[in-house]
């Protein structure tokens, strides 16, 4: 199928071929039949993405920021890679479109096959032949409404949920500047409310558009005060909404000067926010913000798992404010197809993008692309890329999940080690697989991973995905009779351990992304500990806010599991030796902001006698560096920091090794993989494997029983 999609670093726009998405439980598929664009927000991502690197850099300075702090810990070249893979990312196009359904999830109810149904969201409602639409970002559209009106639903929904935000009241007089596409759906929206309108622009035809649709006065920008003024009989406006789209503070500064004592000035549009204090305190004005669609936006909980809030405690969330648009212009209230100015077919589309950026010199306002009717979903879950041949003597991977993390440091270390073969990619979107798919010259582009498992011509999975999919994933790779390498942690509940356990037959390589141990600094302190040995190990890991995916247990794991797991393998690692028991106690206050076992001290005792203590600290300055290890044995005193200085202490003299880049071991993980594959000896036990993993399950246990816990 085709999507449109652009470079955030280069600015390239097109129409490219990608694998239809997978219909996930909490959604549906559904076959575009029109999208709008969106001329305000996408010409300005448009815009910002054809912007050089530097002019990039100005607009955000608090980013450059992070990169500079994070070049003193890693080092120039690890950021600079990091931060350019990042900026390669391709960014989807469009959030409002209007479509049939084609398949539906297994927790989607009121749905069916066949349904017509207008659609919302970024990243969801796409400028695509096929979307997959999580529940609370999609409506049924009325029979009486036509695909192109209800193709308007998001941008009618953020007008909605601005109006709303001024709680206008029947016959209060109302100011609307800035008369785009928002702002014309205001004014009709506000009419509908029984208000008396005032719209402003600085183009005639839209100050005209304005007049026809309902606005009982209109007005250039430069005669608003004037004419704001005349209009509410001198005593200023109830209300004011800015829907313009401009850097100007100007429009903040008109609706201080237009609006009455204690009115409300509510923020659609993106304009400029140095707000003159005297004139909003003066006449205590009640200055507002809209955001988006409404309730629900942005949380994760509403729109990607489906959690619906309260009828009556939230009666307005986005899905509902969909509704509400959908019917307003079924009643005839509201009428979108009297703002479009240009219709194309979707194969068309890069037609609407030179308008969009001045390459064709015409005025528009409202732009739909319509799509084709004859899509078959079976015949787009895959892409070939190419008929590369491939050789049986490398390691031949299928990699399943791209995301920032795989494609800014798994992909570039495989790729330095060479011997590998990339075959088949599968990933959530077909965006992903699409931009990762190319940069690395995969053979083929799915979003199913049965193509992963089911190919022969591959040998070597690869799992990448968020930490709840992995155990399955391995499962699966070795019932394929494949070599499996997954990103930490191996699994996210006991049980799954022990199912894998029982699916491991040793004939297939396990390895999992314990990258610590190789690195160089690592191996140097392992050869120095030649017998039962003490280590100290302290992580200042920072803050991962609640709302993060890894924190959500059911998912992610939390960080115990999801990220302490690396910890105890350096540790296991270095004494050579398995835990048996484990006593871990976290930093119990009042602030909840992050969990309690965000700060943890953990202690652990191993077979052959040593110990270790970990200590995970998440609420610590991130200036200090992150991970910091000290190690006793027999003489011998060890510091490892961050990976890039390692001081060793032996016989009455100081050892002090450096280096410029930090070097977690990466490519030491996958140059081991690659061996193992080829030799058919594991890199990393699986017997350590399992028992660090299970190790974190008793840190938990621990946690919640204050005792010492057996492993």
Not at 613 to 626: E, F, H, L, Q
Request: aromatic share 8%; net charge negative.
């Amino acid at each position: 199928m085709k999507q449109l999609i652009q470079s955030f670093k280069t600015g390239e726009l097109g129409l490219f071929d990608v694998p239809a998405p997978i219909c996930q439980e909490n959604g549906a598929l559904v076959q575009t039949t029109v999208s709008l664009v969106s001329a305000g927000t996408e010409k300005m991502l448009v815009d910002f993405a054809k912007k050089s690197m530097l002019a990039k850099a100005k607009d955000r300075p608090d980013l450059v920021k992070q990169v500079v702090d994070k070049m003193k810990k890693e080092g120039v070249k690890n950021t600079l890679e990091k931060v350019f893979t990042k900026l390669d990312t391709p960014i989807p196009l469009g959030y409002s479109a209007a479509g049939q359904v084609i398949e539906v999830g297994s927790n989607m109810s009121g749905l069916n096959v066949g349904d017509r149904v207008a659609c919302g969201g970024a990243g969801y409602a796409n400028h695509a032949e096929i979307n997959y639409v999580p529940k609370n970002l999609m409506v049924k559209i009325p029979d009486e409404v036509d695909d192109i009106d209800a193709s308007f639903v998001t941008v009618g929904a953020i007008a909605l949920q601005g109006v709303r935000q001024t709680e206008p009241k029947l016959g209060e007089r109302v100011a609307v500047i800035g008369l785009g596409l928002l702002g014309q759906l205001t004014v009709q929206l506000l009419k509908a409310n029984g208000c008396k309108v005032i719209g402003s622009d600085v183009d005639p035809d839209k100050i005209a558009l304005a007049k026809k649709l309902g606005a009982d006065e209109t007005c250039h920008a430069g005669d608003l005060i004037a004419k704001a003024n005349e209009f509410s009989n001198g005593h200023g406006v109830d209300a004011v909404i800015i829907a313009a789209s401009t850097s100007s503070n100007q429009p903040v500064i008109d609706a201080a000067e237009i609006s009455r004592m204690r009115g409300r000035v509510v923020f659609l549009g993106m304009v400029g926010m140095d707000i003159p204090r005297n004139d909003y305190y003066k006449k205590e004005i009640d200055l507002r913000l809209s955001m988006a669609y409404g309730p629900g936006r942005y949380d994760p909980e509403y729109e990607e798992k489906g959690h619906d809030y309260p009828f009556d405690l939230v009666r307005w969330t986005e899905q509902r404010n969909f509704e509400a648009f959908l019917g307003l212009i079924e009643e005839g209230k509201i009428t979108p197809k009297e703002l479009i100015t240009h219709s194309y077919g979707f194969d068309d589309a890069m037609t609407a993008y030179d308008l969009l950026e001045g390459k064709i010199q015409e005025k528009y306002l409202g732009i739909v692309l319509k799509y084709k009717k004859d899509i078959n979903l079976d015949e787009h879950k895959i892409v070939q890329r190419s008929d590369k041949a491939v050789s049986a003597d490398k390691v031949n991977v299928g990699l399943i999940g791209a995301g920032n993390f795989t494609k800014s440091v798994i992909l570039p270390n495989m790729q330095k080690v060479g011997g590998y073969e990339l075959v088949g990619l599968c990933t959530a979107t077909g965006v992903s697989a699409q931009g990762t798919g190319k940069k690395y010259d995969f053979k083929y582009i799915t979003t199913d991973s049965d193509e992963i498992f089911k190919n022969t011509e591959i040998n070597s999975v690869f799992v990448t995905t968020q930490h709840n999919d992995h155990a399955l994933k391995v499962i699966k790779a070795m019932e394929n009779q494949k070599h499996c390498f997954v990103e930490k942690p191996l699994c996210i509940y006991e049980e799954e351990l022990e199912a894998i356990k029982e699916a491991y037959n040793g004939k297939s390589i396990l390895q999992v992304g314990f990258n610590r141990r190789f690195s160089p600094m690592v191996e140097k302190m392992k050869v120095k500990l030649n017998g039962p040995a003490s280590i100290n190990y302290r992580v200042n890991a920072g803050i991962i806010p609640k709302d993060i995916w890894i924190q959500d247990r059911t998912i992610g794991g939390g960080r115990i599991i999801g990220e302490v797991c690396h910890f105890i393998d350096t540790c296991s690692y270095l004494v050579d030796s398995e835990v048996v028991s484990v006593y871990a106690a976290t930093v119990q206050k009042d602030d909840q902001s992050i969990p309690d076992e965000d700060n943890v001290n953990i202690t652990l005792k191993y077979a052959n006698g040593s110990t270790a203590i970990i200590s995970y600290y998440a609420y610590g300055d991130t200036s200090m560096p992150k991970e910091h290890i000290e190690a006793f044995c027999n003489g011998v005193s060890m510091q490892m920091t961050d990976f890039r200085e390692l001081i060793i202490y032996s016989g009455g003299k100081k050892e002090k090794i450096k280096s410029a880049n930090q070097d977690k071991g990466f490519m030491g993980e996958f140059k081991a993989f690659k061996e193992s594959v080829q030799n058919g000896r594991p890199a990393i036990p699986f017997e350590s494997i399992y028992n660090t993993t299970k190790t974190t399950f008793k840190i938990l246990e621990s946690i919640r029983r204050g005792n010492v816990e057996q492993v």
